[in-house]
């Protein structure tokens, strides 16, 4: 749980701004993507994910954007919460039935 | 959830002991994944399965066996504990081969001492 922020590159956000967490991606042939929250001690969540085919994609609060000419993902976060507070990891898939997932990043959110 | 609960939860074992974490999922769900999590690494892929005793090996899968027998379950066995396999281990399941996301339990904490 508290191990996995450890090492981790950390955005620290006020409470209510936007947070924007970046992600570069391996494999130019990956067709989807996704991402999670990983609140201490507890499993990843899924949050959204992205086909190739799409430059962009909104959730609740949540928008993801997908810049394949660079390999680029990044998740935003509007009006960040308390509760946003956690360690977010992209991971992107393909043609095989497995997920390759970035190393994390931590959001710590500030009152 | 997404209905999958791994057990133990947490457990501390000596150097050369087996172990064998259970993973369990109630949505009859084809693929199963077992991870392990350490600091700096993220999430790394042990053995993954594709059907019953269909089983296929992940990046990291030295030192670490599987076995699916039936649908619901999905077992991962350390047949010798050694230190460096002091992590915390994910279960995940996904319904499709491709598009749907993978959806993970609640961890395992295992402690080689």
């Known amino acids: 749980g508290e191990s996995v922020g450890l090492h981790l590159p950390t955005l620290s956000v006020q409470e209510g701004d936007n947070s924007i967490i970046n992600c570069a991606y391996s494999?130019?042939?990956?067709?989807?993507f996704i991402w999670y929250k990983q609140e201490s001690g507890k499993g990843p969540q899924f949050i959204i994910d992205?086909?190739?085919?799409?430059d962009k994609r909104q959730g609740q609060r949540v928008t993801v954007l997908l810049n394949k000419t660079v390999k680029h993902l990044s998740l935003q976060i509007a009006a960040t919460q308390p509760g946003d507070s956690a360690v977010y990891f992209c991971?992107?898939?393909?043609?095989?039935?497995?997920?390759?997932f970035g190393t994390g990043t931590l959001l710590a959110v500030q009152p | 959830d997404a209905g999958i609960t791994q057990s133990p939860r947490h457990k501390v074992t000596e150097t050369g002991t087996p172990v064998t974490l259970r993973c369990h999922q109630t949505?009859?769900?084809?693929?199963m994944y077992w991870y392990r999590q350490d600091p700096g690494h993220g999430l790394r892929l042990i053995h993954y399965?594709?059907?019953?005793?269909?089983?296929d090996k992940g990046e990291v899968s030295d030192g670490y066996s599987v076995s699916r027998s039936k649908t619901e379950d999905f077992l991962l066995t350390l047949e010798s504990a050694t230190s460096s396999q002091t992590s915390v281990y994910f279960c995940?399941?996904?319904?499709?081969?491709?598009?749907?996301?993978?959806?993970f339990g609640p961890g395992t904490r295992l402690t080689v001492l």
């Open positions: 995940a399941i996904r319904g499709s081969v491709r598009g749907d996301e993978q959806f």
């Open positions: 494999n130019s042939a990956s067709d989807y």
């Open positions: 399965s594709y059907g019953v005793k269909d089983t």
């Open positions: 991971a992107e898939g393909g043609a095989t039935n497995k997920l390759i």
């Open positions: 992205i086909r190739s085919n799409m």
């Open positions: 949505e009859n769900h084809r693929y």
